[in-house]
């Protein structure tokens, strides 16, 4: 980084990227989950993995929306010499910082089986689901300001993750087609070649 730029990582793309971990394991442990029949019956534990789910998509994509929105009004022009990162890093970073913790999850998930059936897996699906609603929540808000929003790399926790935590000051914005992930965190489709 050349003359004091920062290293800046997209906010949606920190939010989005444990989505789908958090989905996949999810379902597969419910999926696993299904075929033990536990302490409380696989019907008591479908319905209470469903009210689970619903519950954890609810407060995962709702919460610390103001705070986000706080960080957004305050969004500063990104510099000419901040250097962005790719999705792929950004992803990369999150997914190896939290794999450990994806691992507990999913063995909780799969223990849970023998007590309640299939709720841990969709309490862990829908805190993914949850993830992908607040990445798309931020890709609304990103294109009604025409601005990508990004935060510097350094104020990521040890993780990669937490991009509206206590260490972050502001965002940045750039304009809409910098970097390589569209709004919401997203993989950018490159138009076809005519």
């Not at 998509?57 to 960080?71: D, G, P, Q």
């Not at 990369?92 to 507990?104: K, M, V």
């Not at 350094?154 to 000051?169: F, M, T």
């Amino acid at each position: 980084m050349a003359r004091g730029g920062q290293g800046l990582a997209r906010v949606a793309v920190v939010v989005r990227a444990g989505a789908a971990p958090l989905w996949w394991l999810g379902v597969l442990a419910a999926g696993v989950g299904v075929l033990v029949p536990g302490l409380t019956g696989r019907r008591i534990g479908v319905l209470a993995g469903a009210a689970l789910f619903i519950v954890a998509t609810a407060v995962v994509a709702y919460l610390r929306r103001k705070r986000y929105t706080v960080l957004i009004r305050s969004a500063a022009r990104a510099g000419k010499h901040d250097v962005l990162q790719d999705r792929a890093v950004a992803v990369r970073t999150w997914r190896r910082g939290h794999r450990w913790w994806l691992l507990l999850a999913f063995l909780a998930a799969l223990g849970s089986a023998f007590a309640v059936p299939a709720a841990g897996g969709m309490l862990l699906a829908g805190c993914g689901a949850g993830l992908w609603l607040k990445a798309a929540w931020l890709g609304r808000r990103e294109r009604a300001e025409n601005a990508l929003l990004w935060v510097r790399v350094d104020w990521l926790d040890a993780r990669g993750g937490r991009p509206a935590g206590k260490a972050v000051k502001a965002f940045r914005s750039t304009g809409i087609a910098a970097g390589d992930a569209a709004p919401g965190g997203a993989r950018r489709r490159t138009a076809a070649l005519v």
